[in-house]
């Protein structure tokens, strides 16, 4: 708290930290669209083109999202895309062009009128799907008329910036080198623009009310992202106190930085293993710089998502021996397709589902579709067996290992390991070790039948969270009380290790919790042997 006094403005914490510097107020980006009417036909071809260059365009920036801060940032992206292939927004904008308005006009009258529906029900995740829909609405009509883009200016200088809100298009952009502080006048802690602002590691403050925006230009204020305050105009001693605690918290990091590259080892001496969750060769460099000592989990559908069809063996081939010359002898784990659930797949048309968490996913999907599974374990195998004969010591094998998703059951496991023993021969590759993540309750409860037939676990905190706790781990509204801490997830955890330690099986944790300081040591203390996580995480955690 402040020692003298000064005008403060309260919201909500959103992203912890604390920033000082120039404030900078945003003004609104409605645009005034023109009804100029034109003919149905070619308006709808307009309309039809500006749509598929939006899809086009966010599908690249969830790439760049997915590839700079993670999957589950990007997916955020990947859901607004999902709004403009909505019938009934389409539908309606064809409605309004054949009552004679223009399709700049009718577009967004639409997006509005949906977005009005969405908001005026008082539920705070429609309201923030209605924030989603003018945010992607606003990119489509600059597609339609590249005049009536609407886009922000930021100053030369870093500074803390003030909105009325913030889409989260516009979040994933911010520069964090320009971008000292957020806070925005309405928005929720568990908007998008929140979700963004914390993997950026930008302090942010939202629903400070209108007040906000009336903050003179260019005065010198301190943002509190962890309290959710913004003290304008500070005392000459109120800010050496603001810098002393601010340089005491970057300090900290720049120890953990410094830290980063020695091992993982808890003050009596146990080591754990330390890997990171990394998708692609191009993010090997990052991780290893952050201190991971190899790769615990490559999740290979992304290989597929990123994409509008599927790889073929070779180009799989080439991925994983990529993937394995840039860690350059350093363990690699290599997720089997984990396809379902969260991450569908358009282009392989697979039947809808009712609830697709509880579906044909993971495993279930492998076995049902040899097609799919093969391929990868062919490729998979040809890159064990290359990078040994190209020069891995000897009597060391590759260092590959590669899990299966969402295991419930011996026999699964059981058809899995005949599937890549027939093909390894087939091959002429060395053994690799095979083991299968520890993601739904009945594999931890019988994870001392599974550790017989297996080589290793990682447990999937994020699903085995969800399935324990019955809480869809994509609803925003329950997501404070997804706890992977939860003491019903730490017990399966425990399960997992104890039934991995009767047959003497290495445990490793890949979920989101193995990423946070306090979860990485309760999880070590459990028994877990690898914790991986995604590279921005791993120095807190070494
Ligand atoms: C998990 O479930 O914890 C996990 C690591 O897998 P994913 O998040 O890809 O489902
Ligand atoms: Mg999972």
């Known amino acids: 708290n402040p020692a003298d006094p000064c005008r403060i403005v309260s919201g909500i914490g ?12 945003l003004g609104p980006t409605e645009v005034a669209v023109p009804d100029e009417p034109e003919p149905l036909t070619s308006g709808g071809d307009r309309l039809h083109a500006a749509l598929e260059r939006t899809a086009a365009q966010l599908k690249a920036l969830a790439d760049d999202t997915g590839r700079r ?7 955020i992206i990947k859901a607004q895309s999902d709004l403009i292939a909505d019938t009934d927004l389409i539908t309606l904008a064809c409605q309004l062009m054949v009552e004679g ?5 009718a577009w967004q009258q639409a997006v509005e009128r949906m977005a009005g529906r969405l908001s005026a029900l008082g539920n705070p995740v429609l309201a923030a799907r209605a924030a989603d829909l003018r945010d992607v609405g606003r990119r489509v009509l600059a597609q339609i008329d590249p005049a009536l883009q609407s886009g922000h200016a930021l100053p030369d200088r870093p500074c803390i910036l003030l909105a009325p809100d913030l889409a989260p298009s516009d979040t994933a952009g911010l520069d964090p080198a320009r971008v000292l502080g957020l806070a925005t006048a309405q928005g929720g802690p568990t908007s998008h623009t929140a979700i963004l602002a914390r993997t950026l590691g930008i302090p942010s403050v939202v629903a400070a009310g209108a007040a906000l925006l009336a903050l003179p230009a260019g005065a010198t204020a301190i943002l509190d992202g962890t309290t959710g ?11 050496a106190a603001a810098r002393a605690w601010r340089d005491a918290l970057r300090a900290t990091q720049e120890e953990e930085a410094r830290e980063r590259g020695l091992p993982a080892r808890t003050r009596d001496g146990h080591a754990v293993a330390i890997g990171a969750n990394v998708n692609t060769p191009d993010q090997v460099p990052f991780a290893l710089a952050q201190g991971a000592e190899g790769i615990g989990l490559m999740r290979t559908e992304f290989l597929f998502l990123e994409r509008g069809d599927t790889p073929g063996e070779d180009d799989q081939y080439a991925t994983y021996r990529a993937m394995l010359e840039a860690l350059d002898g350093r363990p690699l784990i290599v997720r089997a397709l984990d396809i ?4 569908q797949v358009p282009h392989l048309a697979l039947p809808k589902e009712e609830n697709p968490f509880l579906g044909v996913r993971g495993a279930r999907l492998l076995l049902r579709r040899p097609d799919l599974m093969e391929p990868q374990l062919r490729a998979l195998y040809r890159a064990a067996r290359d990078c040994v004969s190209a020069g891995a010591p000897a009597g060391k094998d590759a260092p ?3 899990m299966f998703p969402m295991i419930t059951s011996v026999p699964e496991v059981a058809a899995l390991r005949e599937a890549c023993e027939r093909i390894r021969t ?6 690799v070790p095979l083991g299968i993540m520890i993601e739904v309750p009945a594999a931890a409860i019988q994870a001392d039948a599974l550790a017989a037939h297996c080589d290793f676990f990682s447990i999937g905190t994020n699903d085995l969270t969800q399935y324990a706790l019955a809480i869809d781990r994509q609803n925003t509204e329950l997501a404070p009380e997804a706890d992977s801490l939860h003491p019903a997830v730490l017990r399966l955890v425990r399960m997992t290790c104890e039934g991995a330690a009767r047959h003497g099986r290495f445990v490793g944790v890949c979920g989101g919790i193995a990423g946070d300081p306090f979860g990485a040591g309760l999880l070590a203390g459990l028994g877990v042997h690898e914790l991986s996580m995604t590279p921005r995480d791993l120095p807190a955690v070494k």
């Open 69 to 75: 801060l993670g999957q589950a940032d990007a997916g």
């Open 14 to 25: 959103a992203s912890p930290g604390l920033a000082i510097g120039p404030v900078h107020v």
């Open 101 to 105: 308005h223009g399709v700049a006009y």
């Open 400 to 402: 590959l290992s590669i």
């Open 340 to 343: 379902g659930g969260d991450k």
């Open 426 to 431: 087939e091959i002429g590759a060395p053994e």
């Open 229 to 239: 305050r913004l003290y304008l105009d500070p005392s000459e001693r109120d800010l």
